[in-house]
T-cell receptor, first 112, second 113 residues
Framework: NAGVTQTPKFQVLKTGQSMTLQCAQDMNHNSMYWYRQDPGMGLRLIYYSASEGTTDKGEVPNGYNVSRLNKREFSLRLESAAPSQTSVYFC???????????FGQGTRLTVV | KQEVTQIPAALSVPEGENLVLNCSFTDSAIYNLQWFRQDPGKGLTSLLLIQSSQREQTSGRLNASLDKSSGRSTLYIAASQPGDSATYLCAIYSGGGADGLTFGKGTHLIIQP
């Protein structure tokens, strides 16, 4: 089993460009999450999807949109990238919202 | 709002020592607490999950305890090895408005050979 798979692993964007980060899980989990990790700030929740068909804002949702494409896939979109969105982005999944969480390997994004 | 603090921020010990990493939280109304390991440039690996009704969990050389009333958890690592070198993160699921984990900033652990 691959667990949680994120693509791409690395990306450099220019300010104002858009991109979509992809996440897929093969554990038949209901809940999926997007976090960002910044030095000195720890991991913070951007958006989550408690179950297929639902999405909700987390702590830092501004500048992002999400789509729960199906039970397996949860994408994160940056419509107009800003340098403040330079970060490492992690996707995670869990069977239900308060069960054990499993993380992907991360996407390192630099906005110049 | 739940806040999670991990002390110390960094720790360096010789191989073979037993050690304790600390995690404290401000709101005792939690569903569970999870300990993760993160290697440089990698994702998070789940180590142990403690439900709010549990006092401790064990996996191999790792033992995690939970004291909700005092807002504390500890991760005990027995007979440390150089391969244990990593950043250890404590995270809490409290429920409420934003359904995700609240993370501490981690303890960066170095085990000297």
């Amino acid at each position: 089993n691959a667990g949680v798979t994120q693509t791409p692993k690395f990306q450099v964007l220019k300010t104002g460009q858009s991109m979509t980060l992809q996440c897929a899980q093969d554990m038949n989990h209901n809940s999926m999450y997007w976090y960002r990790q910044d030095p000195g700030m720890g991991l913070r929740l951007i958006y989550y999807s408690a179950s297929e068909g639902t999405t909700d804002k987390g702590e830092v949702p501004n500048g992002y949109n999400v789509s729960r494409l199906n039970k397996r896939e949860f994408s994160l979109r940056l419509e107009s990238a800003a340098p403040s969105q330079t970060s490492v982005y992690f996707c995670a999944s869990s069977e239900i919202v308060f069960s054990e969480a499993f993380f992907g390997q991360g996407t390192r994004l630099t906005v110049v | 709002k739940q806040e999670v603090t991990q002390i110390p921020a960094a720790l360096s010990v010789p191989e073979g020592e037993n050690l304790v990493l600390n995690c404290s939280f401000t709101d005792s109304a939690i569903y569970n607490l999870q300990w993760f390991r993160q290697d440089p440039g990698k994702g998070l690996t789940s180590l142990l999950l403690i439900q709010s009704s549990q006092r401790e969990q064990t996996s191999g050389r790792l033992n995690a305890s939970l004291d909700k009333s005092s807002g504390r958890s500890t991760l005990y690592i027995a007979a440390s090895q150089p391969g244990d070198s990593a950043t250890y993160l404590c995270a809490i699921y409290s429920g409420g408005g934003a359904d995700g984990l609240t993370f501490g900033k981690g303890t960066h652990l170095i085990i000297q050979p």
